[in-house]
T-cell receptor, first 110, second 113 residues
Framework: GENVEQHPSTLSVQEGDSAVIKCTYS??????FPWYKQELGKGPQLIID?????GEKKDQRIAVTLNKTAKHFSLHITETQPEDSAVYFCAASDDYKLSFGAGTTVTVRA | NAGVTQTPKFQVLKTGQSMTLQCAQD?????MSWYRQDPGMGLRLIHY???????DQGEVPNGYNVSRSTTEDFPLRLLSAAPSQTSVYFCASSSGRIGSPLHFGNGTRLTVT
């Protein structure tokens, strides 16, 4: 099955700085790579996703990049704000079942 | 629009007890799934269903049963609770098409003593 590794496990950034989270996957058949944000006491919520035929996708302050050759993908958050503090999960899939990374706890310092 | 509803929010069980975690969705989604979340291990798939009457095992199915008698409901049963099943459980649903977003409930925090 698919194995997704996510780094770092924790990330502390100054408000206004950028945050980058990296993930690698093992199954070359995977073609869908979503990112989820989980706030305290809630379920994960999709924030952005990318498919294997696209190398980069941007939505306001967040962007994802995908390198299929190297089997890794990254989440970039620019101009971080306090409300960006949360746990972020990457995931990979070649069908409807998702395999998740272990998560990154992001703390934005005021 | 309720989305995915999980009950209860919290539960404490003694070892050996059984219980059912409820999950209901009102989005007419064909695909439903159960994950458990443990510190440092992300979300691991327990069981999933691609439609009423169809279920299959995920990554960590031992100790859990599921059934899917309707499109809306997908209960998770713990047959004989063990401390290793202490976790936060999430139900999620999607339309089932590849790349369709997975919608999560707010979770059930289960403690087994």
């Amino acid at each position: 099955g698919e194995n997704v590794e996510q780094h770092p496990s924790t990330l502390s950034v100054q408000e206004g700085d950028s945050a980058v989270i990296k993930c690698t996957y093992s199954d070359s058949a995977s073609n869908y790579f979503p990112w989820y944000k989980q706030e305290l006491g809630k379920g994960p919520q999709l924030i952005i996703d990318i498919r294997s035929n696209v190398g980069e996708k941007k939505d306001q302050r967040i962007a994802v990049t995908l390198n299929k050759t190297a089997k890794h993908f990254s989440l970039h958050i620019t101009e971080t704000q306090p409300e960006d503090s949360a746990v972020y999960f990457c995931a990979a899939s070649d069908d409807y079942k998702l395999s998740f990374g272990a998560g990154t706890t992001v703390t934005v310092r005021a | 629009n309720a989305g995915v509803t999980q009950t209860p929010k919290f539960q404490v069980l003694k070892t050996g007890q059984s219980m059912t975690l409820q999950c209901a969705q009102d989005m007419n989604h064909e695909y439903m799934s159960w994950y458990r979340q443990d510190p440092g291990m992300g979300l691991r798939l327990i069981h999933y269903s691609v439609g009423a009457g169809i279920t299959d095992q995920g990554e960590v199915p031992n100790g859990y049963n599921v059934s899917r008698s309707t499109t809306e409901d997908f209960p998770l049963r713990l047959l004989s609770a063990a401390p290793s099943q202490t976790s936060v459980y999430f139900c999620a649903s999607s339309s089932g098409r590849i790349g369709s977003p997975l919608h999560f409930g707010n979770g059930t925090r289960l403690t087994v003593t």
